[in-house]
């Protein structure tokens, strides 16, 4: 059973970093994408970024401006999101989000796409 558990999220100043992380289990292969989706009340969900889980190639949506980066740790099946510069319009819900593939390239297109859901975690970035 595929499971994913996030942390890291919290109340942060404009302009602040925040490292959010997610430990995935249940896999029984390297042949996944990892996931970060974000959610406002009231918005659709929409991804962040993303990464091939055994390559470790990473997708990221244009509109961060780089401020985002997406790794992982294979040997603790946990992939992380390091937010940098963080701005009022970053606050939302962080899910972490998983589906099998072989494809070295995972996309944000849609959650649809992806299976697996954490709970997630929340992140405020406010004066």
């Known amino acids: 059973q595929v499971q994913l558990v996030e942390s890291g999220g919290g109340l942060v100043e404009p302009g602040e970093s925040l490292i959010l992380s997610c430990v995935a289990s249940?896999?029984?292969?390297?042949?996944?994408?990892l996931g970060w989706f974000r959610q406002v009340p009231g918005k659709e969900r929409e991804g962040a970024a993303c990464?091939?889980?055994?390559?470790?190639?990473?997708t990221y949506d244009d509109s961060d401006d780089a401020r985002f980066t997406m790794t992982r740790d294979k040997a603790k099946k946990t992939v992380f999101l390091k937010m940098y510069s963080l701005e009022p319009k970053d606050t939302a819900i962080y899910y972490c989000a998983a589906r099998p593939s072989m494809s070295e390239f995972c996309d944000l297109r849609s959650p649809k796409n992806y299976d697996y859901w954490g709970q997630g975690t929340q992140v405020t970035v406010s004066s």
């Open positions: 990464i091939s889980f055994r390559e470790g190639t990473t």
């Open positions: 249940g896999f029984t292969s390297e042949y996944y994408h």
